[in-house]
C-alpha cells in the first residue's frame, strides 16, 4: 500500500465521521489542555512561594562582631575582646565568590533637620547594596551611588514618615539636611514600608557608610548583610566569609555569621510539599486524559469492525489493516494535541489576566508529556482493538453491524 | 482448480460444540457455474468462507489453484483473496464514506497502484457494469442493485479466478436480483468460477450444477 493512500484513507475516515471526530478531537484536546494548563497553575503557585520567600531573605546571612558561641574552653587571655569589623573587611569580603551582594550597617542616631523642623532618627551607613538586599523600593528619586566604599559622600535617602515630618508635601529632592551639624543633600525618598532589620525603615536616613563612620566617629561596622550566590551556596558563603575574616584578623576567628535556618527549613518543606503536588496534578490529569481518549478510540475502532473484516476479505493484510488505523490514530491525535495546546495557551492567558500576581509560565516538559501521552494513548488504543479486529476471524467481522 | 476433502468445521456455541461442516468432498472445475443450497445452519455459508480462505477448517485438505492452502502463512492468503479471489455479500460491505469508484478501487489499494492507474481500470470496470454516471456517488445514494453492482466491481476489478456471491440477492427486489444475476453470469461465461450460495430456489435453479447440503454435509450434488 502506498503512504500518500494509508494518509488519505485516514484522513477521509476522520473527516467523514463528523460528530466521531470531533467527540475524539474534544477528548484529545481537553486531554492536553488539562495537562498543561494544570501544571502551569502548579509551577505557578510554586514560583510565587519561591519568590515570596527570597524576598523575605532566605539567601541573607548577617555577619556581626564577636562570637556568640560558647565554648568550653577556657577564657582567653589574650585578646579578648574581638576585634571590630571594618569597611577594609567589607571591601575584602566582596572578592569572595560565593557572595553576590553584601552591605555593610553603620547604625546610629541623630537629629535630623530641616530648616525649623527636626526630628530624632535612626541613620543607616550602608552602600548602594542595601536596595537590593532587603528589598527596598524608592517613591522618588535614586539611591546610594555604587561608588567607593571608602567615600563619604554627603548624601541621603530618607525614610517615608521622615520625609512627611520634615517636608510634608513639598519635594524633597535636592534639598539639603543636617544632621548634627553635617549638611547632606537629599537624592531619594523610599517608599512607605514595615520594619526591616528591626528598624522602621519610615522612619530612617540612609547615608552612605563612611559618611555614618564620621557622623558618629567610628571606624566600625554594626553589621554584614551577605546576600548568598544562590540558596544552596549559603554554606559557601558563610565559610567563605568566615575564612576572609580569620585571615584577616591573624588566625582568629572572632566574627559570627547567622544564617536564617528556620526559616529555610520551612520554605524547603513547603517548596517540597509544593513541587510533590505538582507533579500528582500532572500526573494525575495524564492518567484522566489517557483513559478520556482510550474509551473514545475503543468505541471508535469497535464500530468499525464489519470494515476491517471487509478490508481482510479483499485480502488486506493484518499489518496494512493495522498501519491503516494506526495512521488515522496518529491524525487525530496530532490534531487533538495541536488542539489541545491552543486550548491551553488561551487558559494560560486568561488565568494570567485573572490572577496576575501568579508568575504563570506553562513549563516545556508539561507541554512534552502532553503531547506523549495523547500521541501514545491515541496510537495504543487507536491499535490495541484495530489488532484485535485484524486477527478476527474476518467472517465474524463481517457479520458484525 | 478447487478439490476439497473430507473438510471439517466445528464451532464453539458455548458447552456445545457445532459441527459446521463434516466430510465435505467437493472438486469444481474452472469456469464452472455452482449454486449452494440448503435450509439456514446447513454449512453452505462456511463452506463459502472455506473456499474464500477466510475461515481455516479445523480438519480436510483444500487444493486451490493446485496449491495446498493448509501451509499457507495467513499473509500468503491475504494476497490469494486479493488477487484470485472476489467476494459478493447480502449485505453489500461497501463503505458509506467513499465513493462507487473509491470503493471499486479498494483492492487496487491494498495491492499499491498507483491512483492514476487505479482511476482507469475502476472507470473500464464501472463502465461494463453500466454504473459509468454513477462512479462519484456515495453508496447512500444508490438503489440495492446498483450497490451490489458497484460490490461486484470490486469483486473483479483484479480478475480473479473465483467469484463467491453469499446471497447476493438477499437484500434485493425481484427487478434488481435479476439484473445481479444476469451480471454474474456474464462474468461466468466470460470464464469467472461462479458460487452462489443462496435460498431461494429461483436464483440457484438457474446455475448449471447445484449442490444442496443438510447438516454439514453435501446430499446432492
Redesign the interface.
Known amino acids: 500500500m502506498r503512504p500518500d493512500d494509508v494518509l488519505r484513507f485516514g484522513g477521509r475516515a476522520l473527516t467523514s465521521a463528523r460528530g466521531r471526530t470531533w467527540l475524539m478531537l474534544l477528548a484529545m484536546a481537553i486531554g492536553v489542555a488539562a495537562v498543561v494548563v494544570l501544571t502551569a497553575l502548579g509551577d505557578g503557585a510554586r514560583r510565587y512561594v519561591s519568590n515570596e520567600f527570597s524576598s523575605l531573605g532566605t539567601h541573607l546571612l548577617v555577619m556581626l562582631p564577636g562570637r556568640t558561641e560558647t565554648s568550653g574552653a577556657a577564657p582567653p587571655l589574650v585578646g579578648g575582646t574581638p576585634r571590630d569589623i571594618t569597611l577594609e573587611d567589607v571591601r575584602a569580603l566582596q572578592r569572595a565568590r560565593e557572595i553576590r551582594l553584601l552591605a555593610p550597617i553603620v547604625v546610629g542616631s541623630a537629629p535630623v533637620s530641616h530648616k525649623q523642623l527636626e526630628r530624632e532618627s535612626t541613620i543607616l551607613g550602608s552602600t548602594a547594596a542595601m536596595l537590593d538586599i532587603r528589598n527596598l523600593e524608592l517613591a522618588s528619586g535614586r539611591f546610594l551611588p555604587d561608588d567607593d566604599l571608602l567615600h563619604a559622600a554627603p548624601l541621603a535617602v530618607l525614610g517615608a514618615k521622615l520625609k512627611q515630618h520634615l517636608f510634608g508635601n513639598q519635594p524633597a529632592l535636592g534639598e539639603w539636611i543636617r544632621l548634627n551639624d553635617r549638611r547632606y543633600r537629599v537624592i531619594g525618598v523610599l517608599k512607605p514600608m514595615g520594619e526591616s532589620i528591626g528598624v522602621d525603615i519610615g522612619d530612617v536616613a540612609i547615608i552612605p557608610a563612611a559618611s555614618a563612620q564620621a557622623l558618629f566617629d567610628t571606624e566600625s561596622v554594626f553589621r554584614v548583610l551577605i546576600q548568598a550566590d544562590g540558596r544552596e551556596r549559603i554554606g559557601q558563603a558563610k565559610a567563605a566569609a568566615l575564612a576572609i575574616m580569620k585571615d584577616r584578623h591573624n588566625g582568629e576567628e572572632d566574627v559570627t555569621v547567622i544564617t536564617q535556618d528556620a526559616l529555610l527549613a520551612t520554605f524547603d518543606g513547603i517548596f517540597q510539599t509544593l513541587t510533590f503536588s505538582v507533579v500528582g496534578i500532572a500526573a494525575i490529569s495524564l492518567g484522566v486524559a489517557g483513559i478520556l481518549i482510550m474509551n473514545v478510540m475503543l468505541v471508535s475502532v469497535s464500530q468499525r469492525t464489519a470494515e476491517v473484516g471487509l478490508l481482510k476479505a479483499l485480502g488486506g493484510r493484518e499489518r496494512q489493516i493495522l498501519w491503516l488505523f494506526l495512521v488515522e490514530a496518529g491524525l487525530l491525535s496530532l490534531a487533538g494535541a495541536a488542539l489541545g495546546l491552543l486550548l491551553a495557551l488561551a487558559g494560560v492567558w486568561g488565568l494570567g489576566r485573572t490572577l496576575p500576581e501568579l508568575p504563570l509560565v506553562v513549563p516545556p516538559w508539561s507541554i512534552a508529556a502532553a503531547l506523549l501521552v495523547s500521541l501514545g494513548t491515541g496510537l495504543l488504543f487507536g491499535v490495541l482493538p484495530a489488532r484485535r479486529a485484524a486477527r478476527l476471524d474476518p467472517v465474524f467481522a463481517l457479520n458484525r453491524r | 482448480m478447487i478439490r476439497l476433502e473430507g473438510i471439517e468445521r466445528l464451532f464453539q456455541v458455548g458447552d456445545e460444540q457445532v459441527h459446521a461442516l463434516r466430510g465435505v468432498d467437493l472438486t469444481l472445475e474452472a469456469g464452472e457455474y455452482v449454486s449452494l443450497m440448503g435450509p439456514s445452519g446447513s454449512g453452505k455459508s462456511t463452506l463459502l468462507?472455506v473456499l474464500?480462505l477466510?475461515?481455516r477448517p479445523n480438519a480436510g485438505r483444500y487444493w486451490f489453484e493446485g496449491i495446498d492452502t493448509a501451509e499457507l502463512a495467513?499473509?500468503r492468503r491475504?494476497?490469494?483473496?486479493?488477487?484470485r479471489i472476489g467476494?459478493v455479500?447480502q449485505?453489500f460491505?461497501l463503505?458509506?464514506?467513499?465513493t462507487a469508484r473509491e470503493n471499486v478501487e479498494?483492492?487496487l489499494?491494498?495491492?499499491?497502484i498507483?491512483?492514476a492507474e487505479r482511476h482507469a481500470r475502476a472507470s473500464k470496470v464501472l463502465d461494463a457494469l453500466g454504473l459509468e454516471d454513477r462512479a462519484d456517488h456515495r453508496p447512500d445514494q444508490l438503489s440495492g442493485g446498483q450497490r451490489q453492482r458497484v460490490a461486484i466491481a470490486?469483486a473483479t476489478i483484479l480478475e480473479p479466478a473465483l467469484l463467491l456471491a453469499d446471497e447476493p440477492t438477499g437484500n434485493l427486489d425481484k427487478h434488481s436480483s435479476a439484473d445481479v444475476m444476469r451480471v454474474l453470469e456474464e462474468l461466468n461465461q466470460s470464464g469467472l468460477t461462479l458460487v452462489v450460495v443462496t435460498h431461494d430456489p429461483e436464483v440457484g435453479e438457474r446455475a448449471r450444477r447445484r449442490i444442496h447440503m443438510e447438516d454439514g454435509a453435501i446430499v446432492s450434488g
Open positions: 468462507n474464500g477466510l475461515d495467513e499473509e491475504a494476497d490469494l483473496r486479493r488477487d467476494f455479500f449485505s460491505h463503505i458509506g464514506r467513499l479498494l483492492p489499494m491494498l495491492a499499491g498507483a491512483p470490486r
